[in-house]
């Protein structure tokens, strides 16, 4: 199946992006969680600025990835496949359909706990602690659904 030229050069831009996207939250993920995220230390985010910074750094690539292959990779890719992009949860039901995602109940709890992460974060230290680890335990979720898209998109020679 070939596709016209602007939604093959919109592909190879997002599979650029989400591949950099993915290593970025990757590297990220492993500095923040190189031991267990405690209470304690979501309690030193006001006076420490360097893991602030890396709770910071986090919850957005965490966030910009899932926005990045849940809004614009996978939306684009349906097109590709000749489905009618629609609502938001009608393509993650068609991506899980797919094999692309393992869950779009699943992801649709990713997408609230991001929301978590930035809306709590200023609130309570408690939800930010349980955020960031359950956001943590997700992210090869996160990054096994950007790959498998990333996959498919390769195999059919579209990128």
């Known amino acids: ?9 919109r ?3 997002l599979v650029r992006v989400v ?3 993915c290593q970025h939250l ?4 492993q500095r923040l969680f190189a031991s267990a995220f405690t209470s304690e230390q979501t309690a030193q985010l006001e006076t420490d600025p360097e893991l602030a910074e890396r709770v910071e750094a986090f919850v957005s690539r965490f966030g910009r990835l899932q926005d990045t292959v849940g809004d614009k ?3 684009t890719l349906l097109a ?3 489905d009618k992009p629609s609502a938001a949860m009608d ?17 649709m709890t990713m997408r609230k706990l991001r929301n978590q992460m930035v809306h709590e974060y200023v609130e309570d230290p408690t939800i930010l602690t349980s955020a960031l680890q359950t956001a943590h335990a997700y992210v ?4 096994a659904a950007a790959k498998q898209m990333t996959a498919e998109i390769d195999r059919r020679v579209w990128a």
Request: proline fraction near 7%; aromatic fraction near 6%; hydrophobic fraction near 45%.
């Open 91 to 107: 393509n993650l039901d068609r991506a899980e359909r797919l094999g692309f995602i393992q869950s779009a109940d699943e992801w």
């Open 140 to 143: 090869p979720t996160l990054i």
């Open 73 to 75: 990779l996978l939306p």
């Open 11 to 13: 592909l190879q831009f």
């Open 19 to 21: 591949r950099k996207e």
């Open 26 to 29: 990757s590297t990220t993920d």
């Open 1 to 9: 199946m070939t596709v016209e030229p602007t939604l093959a050069m």
């Open 80 to 82: 590709a496949l000749g």
